[in-house]
């Protein structure tokens, strides 16, 4: 039963198995460190961009920052390269969210993925629960 559970049998990164990220959580507070919270943004989607002009035609250049944010970080700008009398609208949906602690070359986890984490430790402790019965 030990063997079925190893996280190198999950089909995904060690690191992101959810006994990884128990023992990096666990071994930070031990450490007596402060998981850090920060928000970031999710990649671009061009789905999520409107851009509505009137007056005239052009290029539209965007620049969209994704990952963790800081003090006066820009996360999108669109420039519109037309005739100087075209107006431009511009409509969007950033997606946020919000994560805490850094681990090097992984990131940090995000507060939604912590119910999952819950979810594999029950089992595992439910899976093992005959044997100490």
């Keep these: 039963m030990i063997d079925e559970v190893q996280p190198y049998r999950g089909g995904y990164p060690v ?3 959810a006994y990884a990220v128990l023992a990096w959580l666990s071994n930070t507070d031990k450490h007596q460190l ?3 919270g ?5 990649e671009f989607d061009p789905a999520n961009l409107t851009l509505t002009t009137t007056g005239g035609e ?3 250049d965007i620049t969209w920052h994704s990952g963790m944010l800081h003090n006066g970080t820009e996360i999108v700008r669109a420039r519109y390269i037309s005739d100087p009398d075209t107006k431009v609208k511009m409509h969007t949906d950033i997606p946020v969210f919000i994560a805490f602690g850094h681990r090097a070359g ?3 986890i995000r507060a939604e993925h912590l119910g999952s984490l819950w ?3 029950r089992d595992l402790i439910n899976d093992y629960r005959p044997a100490f019965s």
Excluded at 38 to 42: I, R
């Design 15 to 17: 690191e992101w198995h």
């Design 34 to 36: 402060i998981h850090p």
């Design 38 to 42: 920060w928000t970031a943004t999710e």
């Design 58 to 60: 052009g290029l539209a």
């Design 106 to 108: 992984v990131g940090g």
């Design 119 to 121: 979810v594999a430790v």
